[in-house]
C-alpha cells in the first residue's frame, strides 16, 4: 500500500478540529488536522504511526467542514491500512468488519438462534470479553435474507429493470425496506433485480484496515457495476455508506481499479424523486390517504459527504400525510461498527448525545433516517422506532398505516 | 437531484448566514449550499464595523464611514443601511438569547478595544459580554490566567506586552496558570476543549474554584475563551455576579471559540426559519441565459449531483480564503461565474513593512449599489445575482478591522434584494 494523498492544502486553519465528532469527545484522539494532513507528511518520512489513529471514525465530518477540499478522513484510512499491514488487526476487528462473510456463513443456522447469540446476556458477555461492548446495539438477522426472498416476488410484465445494491443491512437486518422500494419502484414500472455477484460494498472492510479483503469486493462489484453501466441499466443503492463508497471513495483507495467509464450509482430517493418528474411514479392517490405521519429525520453523516443535498426529505416533503421536521443536530455516534467497540462505546453514545436529546425534546414519535446502523444507535438511546424513509413513503402512497415494533 | 427555490444562497459564512436569515425574514423559501463550513467557526466571534481608518484607530467607526471612498461597500450601501443590516442583526441575537452589545461613550456608539492573547489590543464594535473590556481600562490590579498544557496563551507574554502600553501606566499584572481540568490528553490542549469541559458541571466548578482563589485580590481577570460554548453570556453574569470580579476574555488564534458559539446561534435561527442546509456541495456550473442565471450545479466527474434552480441567488463564497476567488500566479479569478475581477492596484511586492496593508487585500469584484455584478465600465452582468462579503473588492478587511461588518451589512442587504426581486415585499 503505497498511495498518499497530499497534505499541501492544508491552511491548518483548525475548521476541522471544531467540527469532529470524536476530537470533541475525547483528548485521547489528535484530531482531524493533525492525525490528517499534518501527521502524514511525517508517515512520508517514515515515522512510525500515531497510536491514537486508531480513534477515526470515518465519519467523514472533517472533509465536510473542510473549506480546502483536504480528504482528511480517507487520508486517515489509507494510514490504518498500511498500519494493519505492519500489526495484523485484532478477531474482533476481523469480525465486526466481516459482517458479509460471518452472516454467509451462518445462512444456513436459523434467524432465531443466530439472534439469540446476540441477545442472550451469557452470549453478550461472551461477546464483551472480545471486544463488544455489551450495552451496544445490535441488530436481528431477518428470517430470509433480501436477496433469497426477492427471487420468490412475482414482479411480471414490468419493460424495465433497475439493478439494486442491497448492502449488508438491508439484506441481512432489515429485508422490509429493500421490500418497500421494490413495491415502490413497481409502482413506477421497475422490476426489480439484485446481480448475483455484488457483494459488501467495502466500507467496514476499509474502516477495519482490511485493504486486501476491500480491493477483492472492489474489484467484483466494479466488475458488476460496468456490466449494468454498459447495458445502461440503472443502478441504485438506498445505503448512504455504500453510495459515499461506490461512487467517491473506491477512486480514491483503489485508483488502479478504475474503469475509463465513470460509474454511476443513484440514491434511491433520488432515483424516485426522477420517477415523480418524468410522471413514471405517480402519486396522486397519496393525496387522499390519511396515514398521518409526524417523524423526525436524520441526514447521515456519510449522506452529507456526498454533496447531493438531501433527497429523502425532498421525496417525503411531496407526501401532503407526513409531517417531516430534520434534526440537523450531527453524527450519531455509531459509525457503522465504531459504537459496538468496547473501547469507543462511551466515545459514540457521547457523540450521539446532542441528536438524541433533540429526537427526545422534538416530541416526533418516530426517527426516520436511510443509514441502518443510525437507526439502530437512536432506536436504542431514544427509545423511539427509526425507518427508513422509504417504509414512511410507501405507507403514504399505499395508504397504509405503518405498524412499528 | 433538483431542487427549486426563492432564494439560493452559495457559502455559509457569516455573509451567507446574514443573507440566508434576511432573505427567509421576507418570506423567502431558502436554501444555502455551501462547501466548507466558511471562517466564522473558528473567528473570535466579535463583530469588526471599522476598527482602523487610514492605519488609524479609531473609536467612532460611523464618523469614519462617512469618508469611505466611493467604491467602498459601506459607501455603496450607505450609512444608513448599514446601520440597519446591524440593527436586524442584533435582534436575531436578542431573539435568540444571545448576549451581544455594542459599548457607549458620550451616547454614541463605538468601538471597544479588545486584549489578544499576544497582549496587543484590538478595536471591534459589536461584542458578547465576555469581552466586555471596559472594566480593563480603569482596573488598577490585573490577572492573566493560562491553563496548564494550553500552549497558545503564555501568561507571562501577555502581561508583559499589555503593561508597556500607555493605558495601562497604572496597572500591575499578574499572572497564573490554572491547573488542566483534562486529566490525559493526547495532543495539546485547545481554548475550545476547555471551554466544551467549561460547559460541562465538573468543568465549571473546576472554574469557580481557580477563579474563586483570585477573585478578591483582582479587578479583571483575563483568561482565554474558555467560558463554555453558548452565546447567551449565562456563565459569564453568574461568574462576575458570584466572585464580585470582571472575568473576561481574551481574542485568540483559530479556534477562537466565539465563532462557535455566533455560528450555532445563527444556525439554530435558521433552522427555526425553515432554512436549508445543503453540506459539501461545490457550485461550480452556472447556466446563464442574457443576463438571467437558469440555475447552477455542482458537478463531479462530468455527472452532475446536485441542480438548484432559483429566482434569485446570494453570492456569498468569500475571497481567496473563503474559496470564491481563486489565485494563479499572475492574476484573480472568479470561476462559478466568470466574473471579471479589477486588476490588482499598487505595488504587489517589496513592502518595506510586512505587516502594513497588501493591496492583494483590496481585490474582489465589483457590485453596483443593488449588490448586483458589475463590469469595469458599471454595466450590470447578472440581474438575479446579488454579491455579499468577502468577495467583493473596494475593502481591506485586515487593515480596517470590518469583516464581519461588511460580511453582515452586504448580506443582510443582498438578502433583501433577493427576497425583492423573488416577488416578496421588502424594505431597505
Ligand atoms: C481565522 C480568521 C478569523 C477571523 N475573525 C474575524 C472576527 O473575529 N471578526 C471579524 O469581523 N472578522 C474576522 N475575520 C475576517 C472575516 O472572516 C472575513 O472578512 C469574513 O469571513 C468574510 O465572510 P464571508 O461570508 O464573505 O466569507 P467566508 O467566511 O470565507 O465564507 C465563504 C463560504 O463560501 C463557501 N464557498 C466558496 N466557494 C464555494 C462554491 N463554489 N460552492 C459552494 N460554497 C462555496 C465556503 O466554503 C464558505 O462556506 C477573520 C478571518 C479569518 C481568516
Ligand atoms: S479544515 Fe482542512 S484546511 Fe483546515 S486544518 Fe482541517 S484539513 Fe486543514
Ligand atoms: S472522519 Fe470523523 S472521526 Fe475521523 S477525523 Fe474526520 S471527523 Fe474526526
Known amino acids: 500500500m503505497s498511495i498518499h494523498l497530499d497534505p499541501d492544502k492544508c491552511l491548518a486553519c483548525t475548521t476541522c478540529v471544531v467540527h469532529c465528532p470524536v476530537a470533541e469527545a475525547t483528548p485521547a484522539f489528535l484530531g482531524p488536522r493533525m492525525i490528517g494532513p499534518a501527521f502524514e507528511r511525517f508517515r512520508l518520512l517514515g515515522i512510525v504511526e500515531d497510536d491514537s489513529l486508531k480513534y477515526c471514525a470515518n465519519c467523514k465530518n472533517c472533509e465536510i467542514a473542510c473549506p480546502q477540499n483536504v480528504p482528511v478522513a480517507t487520508i486517515n484510512m489509507l494510514a490504518r491500512m498500511a498500519q494493519c499491514q505492519e500489526i495484523p488487526p485484532s478477531f474482533r476487528d476481523w469480525i465486526v468488519a466481516h459482517g458479509e462473510v460471518l452472516a454467509r456463513g451462518l445462512k444456513y443456522f436459523p434467524a432465531w438462534l443466530k439472534n439469540m447469540g446476540t441477545h442472550l446476556s451469557l452470549m453478550r458477555t461472551l461477546l464483551d470479553w472480545i471486544g463488544i461492548h455489551k450495552d451496544c446495539p445490535m441488530p436481528n438477522f431477518a428470517k430470509t435474507a433480501f436477496r433469497d426472498h426477492l427471487p420468490r416476488l412475482s414482479q411480471k410484465g414490468f419493460a424495465k429493470s433497475v439493478a439494486f445494491f442491497p448492502g449488508c443491512y438491508i439484506n441481512y437486518y432489515d429485508p422490509g425496506t429493500g421490500f418497500d422500494l421494490v413495491w415502490l419502484l413497481n409502482q413506477a414500472g421497475y422490476r426489480v433485480f439484485v446481480p448475483k455477484d455484488f457483494v459488501c460494498c467495502g466500507i467496514p472492510l476499509i474502516s477495519g484496515g482490511f485493504e486486501k479483503d476491500a480491493r477483492d469486493n472492489t474489484r467484483t462489484n466494479l466488475r458488476v457495476l460496468a456490466e449494468l453501466n454498459a447495458q445502461k441499466i440503472p443502478v441504485i443503492s438506498a445505503c448512504p455508506s455504500c453510495r459515499l463508497m461506490l461512487t467517491r471513495e473506491i477512486g480514491e483507495f483503489f485508483p488502479e481499479l478504475m474503469p475509463k467509464e465513470k460509474i454511476s450509482i443513484d440514491d434511491a430517493q433520488s432515483f424516485l424523486l426522477k420517477c415523480i418528474a418524468t410522471g413514471e411514479l405517480d402519486i396522486k392517490t397519496a393525496h387522499n390517504s390519511s396515514v398521518n405521519i409526524s417523524a423526525i429525520y436524520h441526514a447521515p453523516c456519510h449522506l452529507r459527504a456526498q454533496g447531493a443535498g438531501l433527497p429523502a426529505l425532498e421525496l417525503l416533503s411531496y407526501f401532503p400525510d407526513i409531517a417531516i421536521c430534520e434534526a440537523n443536530a450531527g453524527c450519531c455516534g455509531i459509525s457503522g461498527s465504531y459504537g459496538f467497540k468496547k473501547e469507543k462505546y462511551a466515545i459514540a453514545q457521547s457523540v450521539g448525545a446532542r441528536l438524541f436529546q433533540r429526537i427526545t425534546t422534538s416530541g416526533r414519535p418516530l426517527v426516520a433516517s436511510e443509514c441502518g446502523t443510525c437507526r439502530l444507535q437512536i432506536a436504542q438511546a431514544t427509545k423511539k422506532p427509526a425507518t427508513h424513509p422509504l417504509t414512511l413513503v410507501r405507507a403514504a402512497l399505499q395508504g397504509r398505516p405503518l405498524t412499528l415494533g | ?428
Open chain 2, 1 to 428: 437531484m433538483q431542487l427549486r427555490t426563492d432564494v439560493l444562497v452559495i457559502g455559509s459564512g457569516p455573509a451567507g448566514l446574514t443573507a440566508a436569515l434576511s432573505a427567509a425574514e421576507h418570506g423567502c423559501q431558502v436554501v444555502v449550499a455551501s462547501s466548507g463550513a466558511g471562517t466564522l467557526a473558528i473567528s473570535s466571534g466579535c463583530i469588526d464595523l471599522l476598527g482602523q481608518y487610514q492605519q488609524q484607530e479609531i473609536s467612532d467607526p460611523w464618523e469614519a464611514m462617512t469618508k469611505l471612498p466611493p467604491t467602498h461597500p459601506y459607501s455603496l450601501l450607505g450609512c444608513e443601511r448599514v446601520a440597519k443590516a446591524l440593527q436586524s442583526f442584533q435582534a436575531i441575537l436578542a431573539r435568540r438569547k444571545s448576549d451581544y452589545f455594542v459599548a457607549q461613550k458620550d451616547g454614541k456608539n463605538v468601538n471597544s478595544r479588545l486584549p489578544t492573547i499576544l497582549g496587543t489590543l484590538k478595536p471591534s464594535y459589536l461584542i458578547p459580554q465576555s469581552l466586555d473590556s471596559s472594566r480593563l481600562f480603569s482596573a488598577k490590579k490585573v490577572l492573566v490566567a493560562g491553563v496548564e498544557g494550553l500552549r497558545d496563551l503564555s501568561p507571562k507574554l501577555c502581561a508583559h506586552e499589555l503593561a508597556l502600553l500607555p493605558e495601562f501606566a497604572e496597572t500591575t499584572f499578574a499572572t497564573t496558570l490554572f491547573p488542566s481540568p483534562l486529566s490525559q490528553t493526547h495532543r495539546g490542549v485547545s481554548s475550545l476543549d476547555l471551554a466544551r469541559r467549561v460547559a460541562s458541571a465538573e468543568g465549571k466548578s473546576w472554574l469557580t474554584t481557580c477563579l474563586g482563589r483570585f477573585a478578591n485580590a483582582y479587578d479583571v481577570i483575563l483568561v482565554p475563551p474558555i467560558l463554555g460554548i453558548k452565546a447567551s453570556g449565562q456563565l459569564v453574569s453568574e461568574l462576575r455576579q458570584m466572585l464580585h470580579c470582571h472575568v473576561e476574555e481574551l481574542l485568540t488564534i483559530p479556534p477562537g471559540v466565539g465563532g462557535i458559539r455566533l455560528r450555532e446561534t445563527l444556525i439554530d435561527e435558521a433552522r427555526e426559519q425553515k432554512i436549508r442546509f445543503l453540506e459539501n456541495v461545490r457550485i461550480n456550473k452556472a447556466c446563464v441565459s442574457g443576463q438571467h442565471c437558469e440555475y447552477v450545479a455542482a458537478v463531479e466527474d462530468e455527472e452532475e449531483n446536485l441542480r438548484l434552480y432559483a429566482k434569485n441567488i446570494v453570492l456569498a463564497t468569500g475571497g481567496i480564503l473563503g474559496g470564491g476567488l481563486f489565485t494563479t500566479p499572475d492574476q484573480v479569478q472568479e470561476e462559478l461565474f466568470n466574473l471579471p475581477v479589477p486588476p490588482v492596484q499598487g505595488q504587489m511586492c517589496n513592502a518595506s513593512d510586512v505587516l502594513a496593508a497588501h493591496p492583494i487585500s483590496q481585490t474582489g469584484l465589483s457590485v453596483d449599489r443593488s449588490l448586483r455584478p458589475v463590469d469595469v465600465h458599471e454595466n450590470m452582468l447578472l440581474d438575479n445575482v446579488f454579491l455579499a462579503g468577502r468577495s467583493i473588492g473596494g475593502y481591506d478587511p485586515a487593515d480596517e478591522k470590518s469583516g464581519f461588518g461588511v460580511a453582515i451589512a452586504t448580506g443582510w442587504y443582498a438578502g433583501v434584494m433577493a427576497a425583492n426581486a423573488a416577488g416578496m415585499e421588502a424594505s431597505a
